[in-house]
């Protein structure tokens, strides 16, 4: 116990040392490393050791955060990969459908844990992965693709929004109202200002086939997400205040909504 302790914290300061400029020049598998403490975080919660857990999900953190000052442009690069790859391991995590909710809970507290960071970091770059990133888990959510019940669920982006800067809670609104609008033939002006979202980029037939696919279901978890976003923003003044700047934008979506109510049937 003691000795697998000391190798966290060997790992922890082998980590640091690798961030600093000066050995930005020297290898470091951090693709490795990521995958060797996942799976040493499995093992941990299979153990029920909770100090060694937490240890790992230290190092996971710090593996993301780098070294943020003095970072020269290759080094800041190659931070934005790792930190992309991180995310992107504890996303599949995540996504995974597993039998042991508490393993599949610390995934999700990790992969927050993570989120967090990167969307209140100072780099432009990573804000817009992550941002891009969770829409991808909002249309998988939406779009009944890899997403069960045990992965993904209302409660998970419950907490994002009430959890994480408020900016990404923004930047969910679009393709969240994208889903309430009904199937519909031709272009209105509310969809028009709801085609920049990633959610439904693509163009011609791409663009149709994902009109003609969104079902009556998908709309209703696309209302109750955003009925989430609804009420974290009245504990949060700055989600409060984007959402009312895009008062006008959720108005035509509630308005098509009352003029279409037969698509409901």
């Not at 116990?1 to 020297?26: C, G, Q, S, T, W």
């Not at 996303?91 to 990790?110: G, N």
Request: net charge positive.
């Amino acid at each position: 116990m003691e000795f697998k302790v000391r190798v966290l914290d060997f790992l922890a300061i082998y980590v640091k040392e690798m961030r600093k400029p000066e050995n930005a020049h020297k290898e470091f598998d951090t693709h490795k490393l990521i995958k060797g403490l996942l799976k040493s975080l499995q093992v941990a919660h299979a153990d029920k050791n909770t100090i060694l857990f937490d240890r790992i999900k230290t190092v996971l953190t710090l593996i993301a955060r780098g070294n943020n000052s003095n970072q020269a442009a290759g080094s800041e690069e190659a931070q934005n990969k790792d930190s992309k790859l991180l995310i992107t391991e504890v996303m599949a995590l995540v996504l995974k459908p597993t039998k042991d909710a508490k393993m599949h809970m610390a995934y999700v507290d990790c992969f927050i844990s993570l989120t967090k960071h990167f969307s209140e970091s100072n780099d432009p770059k990573m804000v817009k992965f992550v941002s891009f990133t969770y829409k991808e888990l909002l249309k998988k959510f939406l779009g009944g693709r890899g997403a069960s019940a045990h992965s993904l669920n209302q409660q998970f982006f419950t907490r994002i929004f009430e959890e994480c800067n408020y900016k990404l809670g923004s930047s969910l609104m679009k393709p969240l109202l994208r889903y309430l609008l009904p199937n519909v033939s031709g272009s209105s002006a509310t969809e028009d200002k709801l085609v920049d979202s990633e959610l439904s980029v693509g163009g011609g037939d791409d663009k149709a086939n994902k009109l003609q696919a969104r079902s009556n279901h998908q709309r209703l978890l696309a209302i109750e997400i955003f009925n989430s976003l609804v009420k974290s923003s009245q504990k949060n003044a700055q989600l409060m205040l984007a959402l009312s700047n895009s008062i006008d934008l959720i108005s035509g979506v509630l308005v098509t909504l009352l003029k279409t109510s037969d698509s409901w049937q």
